[in-house]
């Protein structure tokens, strides 16, 4: 009986060695674009190096056959936007706009939703709420001394936008603040740009990465300067591991929440 001749397999696609070289950069820029996000409301020359930096970042992104990694592009560019324009409020507000935006966006595309994993609540273990806590108490302590060693204050925008108004009124705002911005943050950071930056670096890589963006991206923060950065990096570090024990983003960000909610009750004296 003769045998019928199988069909030889049909080649893959191999993408160009220059296309392959922007998909892997195209994470770590949005990485350091995001890091730069508060320069983008500034009128220093730092908001223009910043802009080149985001052109350079959507052109590589176009080059790229992923769509996570052109949907976490996407995500920094639309950030960085929402930033520069300073229309929407006060962070967190612009964030919570353009992960919104993102997300709907990252919907409507055609292939594997990208933020279904992104999102992904991760499991729950019994280690895991050991390992939340003594991260929130550590956090806690650190935030604390921080506060008393550099004398951390808040933005003169947050001290007016508080002033002057009923002690209930501020500790529901602060209240709000911690819930929307360790959301937003976590999302972006810990979510979206660690999740695409393991796709294409790699665990490791992905998980100091993101650790010392979100470093830079708190120069400004509370505690501010050197001593800022040094904390939330080493404290982005610590989130991240959250991230790869549970695979989900449920235990940064209840850890996040404590940290932003213990940062709320240190400046409370000097609000109100």
Known sequence: MRQQARPAPREQPVAPRRARRWHVAAVPLATAAAAVVPWAATTS???????????????SAVRSSSAAVRQSVLLVDLLFVAVAIGVLGLWPVPAVITVVVAWWIGGRGAGPH????????????PDLPWLVASTIVV????????????????????VDLAGGRPWAVIVLGGVAFSLL?????????????QSALTQVLGAGAALVLQAVAFGVLHLGGVPSG?????????WGLLLGILRLRS????????????????IVVLMLPSLT
Not at 45 to 58: F, G, N
Not at 114 to 125: E, I, K, P
Not at 181 to 190: H, K, L, M, T, Y
């Open 181 to 193: 911005n360790a959301a937003v943050e976590e999302v972006v950071f810990r979510g979206v740009l």
């Open 247 to 262: 695979r989900g983003i449920l235990a940064p960000y209840v850890t996040h929440v404590a940290a932003d909610a213990t």
């Open 226 to 234: 050197p001593v800022g950065v040094a904390m939330a990096g080493a």
């Open 114 to 125: 990208a933020w279904s994993r992104w999102l992904r609540r991760g499991r729950w273990t």
């Open 139 to 158: 956090t806690a302590g650190a935030l604390t001394a921080g506060q008393r060693l550099v004398d951390g204050r808040l933005p003169q925008d947050y």
């Open 45 to 59: 020359p730092a908001r223009q190096l910043s802009a080149v930096l985001l052109v350079v970042l959507s052109a």
